[in-house]
């Protein structure tokens, strides 16, 4: 994968990160300039220069660190500090190969990355020069299809009346033929230009920033490369020179050869794409309608005879280019500008009834709202975005991972408490049986308080798994595949599907387990579910319908197989442990996964 493929919509970020790099081989450059004169006065000037290049935010809130040059230099860092004290022989080394050789190439680098930024930016101006022609050509032509209107119009009136001279009625013939020729005009014109803008809007997003994209990962991705060489450089320098620290260099050499450029970019590939899909052409909006229909006695509408303009053309048009300084308000509905759309009859002409002109609801929606392109801010949202819990304000694969993450912390938690919950039975078993090494009484608020954590874990892990599913299929909706050939499904629940013949009193045996003392050691080793009847005792009614999402394999006792896709009947609810049980239409009932399900109750 490639920056002009995947970052698309991503120009700042490229920017940032371009930047991000040559300030990180500058800070090499300045680090190891600066050992070297640690190196010359003693070690413990060098562990402060080690601490002051050590990243100064915690490891897990750095997005940095997920970059292999960002844990190379870490690493690097860490190394120097171990054998600090005998660092003044390899100084002279370092100053020469790695300091003056890396400054001269930074140099180059920031040339390079100016050069490209430049031509990217001029693209954007000319993509934005074409837009504004667009704009002029089309303001023109409705212009000349309102002249055109009222001239036709004007020569209408003079031809009807008996008061009028031949002369002013061939004038304003004149002048109605004038204006139509001129509206024919502006028509082609905007036509030729809306084509054009297309076509240099396609090239602009599939070729000529693509190209320029590319071109910015190649640069940066050798200038990682050179950066991983000139940590290689170091501990060459320290081997020759102390070769009883051969252990310590070793371990920089390691680092440096660490540096994975191609792994590089897939990081910032994974950690800034935004998955949103690229916008479309624009639709040509014809104004030639209104200028070409004849009024007729059998016309209803305003007293001209107009007909019904589409207000599609007031509406906000989609997002286009990276480069927009802001974003300009969307135009306001017809609804807001002039009550409600001008009802129509069914030979599509106006209804009498109609409160206003559509043509002057369209002018003032025109003269309010100046239409431009929206930048990729919007796609990604402002500063000031608040922070919601379902990670809604991120775009949708960022929403995607930061749910998968707090899933898998939830799952690990959840564990814990349970391993403690086990821990803390066994404990109070041996108390009772021994009481001399502890009161078994002691040991209930603990497990009061873990049973509760798991709860409410419990209840945590649905939640994020639903929002994470609908996550997935918004990612997989913008990419256009289908959901099945590219979903993945959730996890089935950690708990075991419950017994049937329990299913109806397990509030009650919730209630006696955090009320009274746990079972003894060897109830907890049996399984939460030792039997269950495939027949149940009652042929109960269903109180839903349902549809598979997922394939399931009942592969355990108690669980049902379905097919994704599957009509199924629901039996019985989620009861907050994760399973649902459902009957299948060709016999058989059991229970699956309450994730795997789209349920809709009677």
């Not at 054009?196 to 490369?225: C, G, V, W």
């Not at 592969?555 to 097919?563: A, F, V």
């Given at each position: 994968m490639d920056w002009g493929t995947e970052l698309w919509d991503q120009f700042e970020v490229l920017e940032r990160h371009t930047q991000w790099g040559l300030d990180l081989l500058d800070k090499y450059v300045k680090f190891v300039k600066e050992r070297a004169e640690v190196e010359q006065a003693y070690a413990k000037q060098l562990r402060s220069l080690v601490k002051k290049y050590l990243p100064k935010r915690p490891t897990k809130d750095d997005p940095e660190v997920k970059f292999s040059q960002q844990q190379s230099f870490v690493q690097l860092l860490q190394e120097v500090n171990d054998f600090a004290g005998q660092r003044?022989?390899?100084?002279?080394?370092?100053?020469?190969?790695v300091c003056l050789e890396l400054a001269k190439y930074s140099q180059e680098m920031k040339q390079e990355r100016k050069m490209h930024f430049q031509e990217g930016r001029r693209a954007q101006q000319q993509l934005e020069n074409?837009?504004?022609?667009?704009?002029?050509?089309?303001?023109?032509?409705?212009?000349?299809?309102?002249?055109?209107?009222?001239?036709?119009?004007?020569?209408?009136?003079?031809?009807?009346?008996?008061?009028?001279?031949?002369?002013d009625v061939e004038k304003a013939k004149q002048q109605a033929h004038l204006r139509n020729h001129m509206a024919e005009e502006s028509k082609n014109e905007y036509a030729a230009q809306l084509q054009r803008f297309n076509r240099d809007?396609?090239?602009?997003?599939?070729?000529?920033?693509?190209?320029?994209?590319?071109?910015?990962?190649?640069?940066?991705?050798?200038?990682?490369?050179?950066?991983?060489?000139?940590?290689?450089?170091?501990?060459?320098?320290?081997?020759?020179?102390?070769?009883?620290i051969g252990k310590c260099l070793e371990g920089m050499k390691v680092a440096a050869e660490?540096?994975?450029?191609?792994?590089?970019?897939?990081?910032?590939?994974?950690?800034?794409?935004?998955?949103?899909?690229?916008?479309?052409?624009?639709?040509?909006?014809?104004?030639?309608?209104?200028?070409?229909?004849?009024?007729?006695?059998?016309?209803?509408?305003?007293?001209?005879?107009?007909?019904?303009?589409?207000?599609?053309?007031?509406?906000?048009?989609?997002?286009?280019?990276?480069?927009?300084?802001?974003?300009?308000?969307?135009?306001?509905?017809?609804?807001?500008?002039?009550?409600?759309?001008?009802?129509?009859?069914?030979?599509?002409?106006?209804?009498?009834?109609?409160?206003?002109?559509p043509l002057a609801i369209l002018s003032?929606?025109?003269?309010?709202?100046?239409?431009?392109?929206?930048?990729?801010?919007?796609?990604?949202?402002?500063?000031?975005?608040?922070?919601?819990?379902?990670?809604?304000?991120?775009?949708?694969?960022?929403?995607?991972?930061?749910?998968?993450?707090?899933?898998?912390?939830?799952?690990?938690?959840?564990?814990k408490e349970e391993d403690q919950r086990e821990a803390l039975k066994k404990m109070k078993d041996v108390y009772e049986k021994t009481p001399q090494m502890g009161d078994p009484a002691s040991l209930e608020p603990r497990i009061a308080e873990t049973l509760g954590n798991i709860e409410r874990l419990k209840l945590e892990v649905q939640k994020y798994e639903a929002w994470l599913a609908e996550a997935e299929s918004r990612v997989l909706s913008n990419r256009g595949d289908s959901l099945s050939r590219h979903s993945r499904p959730p996890d089935p629940p950690a708990t075991a599907p419950p017994d049937s013949s329990s299913s109806s009193n397990s509030g009650s045996q919730d209630n006696k387990e955090s009320s009274e003392e746990p079972p003894s050691e060897e109830g907890q080793d049996t399984p939460i579910y030792t039997e269950f009847d495939e027949d149940f005792e009652e042929p109960a009614s269903p109180i839903g319908q349902c549809v598979?999402?997922?394939?399931?394999?009942?592969?355990?006792?108690?669980?049902?197989?379905?097919?994704?896709?599957?009509?199924?009947?629901?039996?019985?609810?989620?009861k907050g442990d994760g399973w649902t049980r459902v009957r299948r239409k060709q016999g058989g009932e059991g229970y699956v996964p309450t994730s795997y399900l789209q349920v809709t109750l009677n």
């Amino acid at each position: 994968m490639d920056w002009g493929t995947e970052l698309w919509d991503q120009f700042e970020v490229l920017e940032r990160h371009t930047q991000w790099g040559l300030d990180l081989l500058d800070k090499y450059v300045k680090f190891v300039k600066e050992r070297a004169e640690v190196e010359q006065a003693y070690a413990k000037q060098l562990r402060s220069l080690v601490k002051k290049y050590l990243p100064k935010r915690p490891t897990k809130d750095d997005p940095e660190v997920k970059f292999s040059q960002q844990q190379s230099f870490v690493q690097l860092l860490q190394e120097v500090n171990d054998f600090a004290g005998q660092r003044e022989l390899v100084a002279e080394s370092l100053g020469i190969r790695v300091c003056l050789e890396l400054a001269k190439y930074s140099q180059e680098m920031k040339q390079e990355r100016k050069m490209h930024f430049q031509e990217g930016r001029r693209a954007q101006q000319q993509l934005e020069n074409g837009f504004k022609q667009l704009e002029t050509s089309k303001r023109k032509f409705e212009r000349d299809c309102r002249e055109a209107e009222k001239a036709a119009h004007t020569a209408e009136r003079l031809d009807q009346d008996i008061n009028a001279t031949k002369a002013d009625v061939e004038k304003a013939k004149q002048q109605a033929h004038l204006r139509n020729h001129m509206a024919e005009e502006s028509k082609n014109e905007y036509a030729a230009q809306l084509q054009r803008f297309n076509r240099d809007q396609a090239h602009f997003y599939f070729s000529q920033m693509p190209q320029i994209f590319d071109k910015l990962q190649d640069m940066d991705e050798r200038r990682a490369t050179r950066l991983g060489a000139g940590y290689g450089l170091l501990s060459e320098a320290e081997l020759q020179v102390v070769p009883i620290i051969g252990k310590c260099l070793e371990g920089m050499k390691v680092a440096a050869e660490s540096v994975d450029a191609k792994n590089d970019s897939q990081v910032l590939i994974e950690l800034h794409k935004s998955g949103f899909a690229r916008p479309g052409d624009l639709e040509f909006e014809d104004f030639s309608q209104v200028m070409s229909r004849v009024p007729s006695d059998s016309s209803l509408g305003t007293p001209d005879g107009r007909p019904e303009l589409r207000a599609a053309s007031s509406r906000s048009r989609p997002k286009r280019w990276p480069f927009g300084k802001k974003n300009k308000p969307r135009p306001p509905s017809l609804s807001l500008l002039g009550g409600h759309l001008p009802s129509t009859l069914s030979d599509g002409s106006l209804s009498p009834r109609s409160g206003r002109d559509p043509l002057a609801i369209l002018s003032e929606i025109s003269k309010s709202v100046k239409p431009r392109l929206a930048s990729f801010r919007s796609l990604r949202g402002g500063r000031g975005t608040v922070v919601t819990e379902d990670f809604s304000h991120l775009p949708p694969e960022q929403q995607r991972k930061r749910l998968q993450q707090q899933l898998e912390e939830r799952n690990r938690e959840l564990q814990k408490e349970e391993d403690q919950r086990e821990a803390l039975k066994k404990m109070k078993d041996v108390y009772e049986k021994t009481p001399q090494m502890g009161d078994p009484a002691s040991l209930e608020p603990r497990i009061a308080e873990t049973l509760g954590n798991i709860e409410r874990l419990k209840l945590e892990v649905q939640k994020y798994e639903a929002w994470l599913a609908e996550a997935e299929s918004r990612v997989l909706s913008n990419r256009g595949d289908s959901l099945s050939r590219h979903s993945r499904p959730p996890d089935p629940p950690a708990t075991a599907p419950p017994d049937s013949s329990s299913s109806s009193n397990s509030g009650s045996q919730d209630n006696k387990e955090s009320s009274e003392e746990p079972p003894s050691e060897e109830g907890q080793d049996t399984p939460i579910y030792t039997e269950f009847d495939e027949d149940f005792e009652e042929p109960a009614s269903p109180i839903g319908q349902c549809v598979a999402i997922y394939h399931f394999e009942g592969s355990s006792e108690g669980t049902i197989s379905m097919s994704e896709g599957e009509d199924l009947s629901l039996m019985e609810e989620d009861k907050g442990d994760g399973w649902t049980r459902v009957r299948r239409k060709q016999g058989g009932e059991g229970y699956v996964p309450t994730s795997y399900l789209q349920v809709t109750l009677n």
